[in-house]
Structure formats: C-alpha cells, structure tokens
C-alpha cells in the first residue's frame, strides 16, 4: 500500500476523512480553502523552489546551505499537529533515502514559520502510524464521526453531520 503525505495528514486530523480520501473521495479540490490554500502555496518561495518527487509523496523543497529544507506551506495554522506530520514524514522518506534535510511548516497569512525535527521518537511513531493507516483503510465502513472543531470547514462534513 502506498502511504502518502496527504494521508498522514489525515490520520492525524481524523481518521474518518482518511478513510474517504482512501476512497477517492477527492471533495478538496472544489473545497474554498483547498483554492486559497493552493494560491497561497503558489505565491510562497517563488524564486528558490522546486517540487521534488519522492515515490508517491511531492515534497516542497528550497536548497539551503548544502542542505535540502522541505517546506510545507498551510493556509493556517488551525492544524498544526498533521501538519508537522506530514512534514515530518517526507523527512523520514528523505533519511530512507539517504538524505540530509531539515523541515519547516510555514504559515504565509500568519507570517510564521516552525521548524521541524524528526526525532528517533518520531520514526517509531511514524511506523506506527504506517500501520494503523493500513488498518483504517481495510475497515470496510468508515470510522465513526468525532466532533472536532474543524468539522465545520471540512470538505466531508456532509458524510458525518447530515
């Protein structure tokens, strides 16, 4: 099974919604803050990007000081736990690989950036996590509805509160 950054997101936001997208039920791409979010991702770092692919998962990186940093950009920082897991799992791809990085979550409209450092800790966790999202995405219904306070925004919402 392909695991990808999106995913990790996901299992860390609500394990419903990734249940969904393992579905292909893509509503993000019609979801108002998905469009914002994609402008904003595309106004950011302009000059020193570039998108690296790295199996399944796109990675946004800026060389910087012989290092690669991956840089994940977010609208907000309302989920700011997935995102430092998304970001910490292209940096555990990156180390499979045999690559030094260093990460940063960064927050253009709040004009904030967080560095992020995968930690021995981290790469348990992140196995972990491997494993449960196999076992999320095999469930033949989905996981039951959590009330979470992003629930209102989320592109899925009609599936859990209708």
Same mark, same amino acid.
């Given at each position: 099974?392909? %695991?990808?950054? #999106?995913? #990790? $997101? ?25 469009? %914002? ?13 570039? @998108? +690296? ?7 946004? +990186? ?5 290092? =690669?940093? +991956?840089?994940? %950009? ?11 897991? $998304? ?9 499979? &690989? ?17 560095? +992020?450092?995968?930690? @021995? ?11 449960? =999202? ?8 989905? !996981?039951?509805?959590?009330?979470? !306070?992003?629930?209102?925004?989320? &592109? ?7």
């Amino acid at each position: 099974m392909k %695991i990808t950054g #999106v995913m #990790v $997101q996901y299992y860390f936001t609500c394990k419903r919604e990734l249940w969904f997208f393992s579905r292909n039920l893509n509503f993000d791409f019609e979801n108002d803050d998905m469009l %914002i979010g994609r402008i904003i991702h595309g106004e950011s770092f302009e000059r020193d990007w570039k @998108e +690296v692919f790295l199996g399944d998962a796109r990675l946004d +990186v800026v060389k910087r000081r012989g290092k =690669i940093r +991956v840089i994940e %950009i977010k609208k907000s920082s309302k989920l700011e736990e997935p995102a430092k897991w $998304q970001l910490k799992y292209y940096l555990y791809l990156l180390r499979e &690989a045999g690559v030094e990085s260093e990460g940063v979550v960064s927050y253009p409209n709040e004009g904030r950036l967080e560095r +992020v450092e995968l930690t @021995e800790e981290d790469v348990k966790t992140l196995e972990r996590t491997f494993k449960d =999202i196999e076992r999320v995405i095999s469930l033949e219904t989905p !996981p039951k509805a959590e009330k979470k !306070p992003y629930c209102k925004r989320c &592109a899925y919402r009609d599936f859990c509160w209708v």
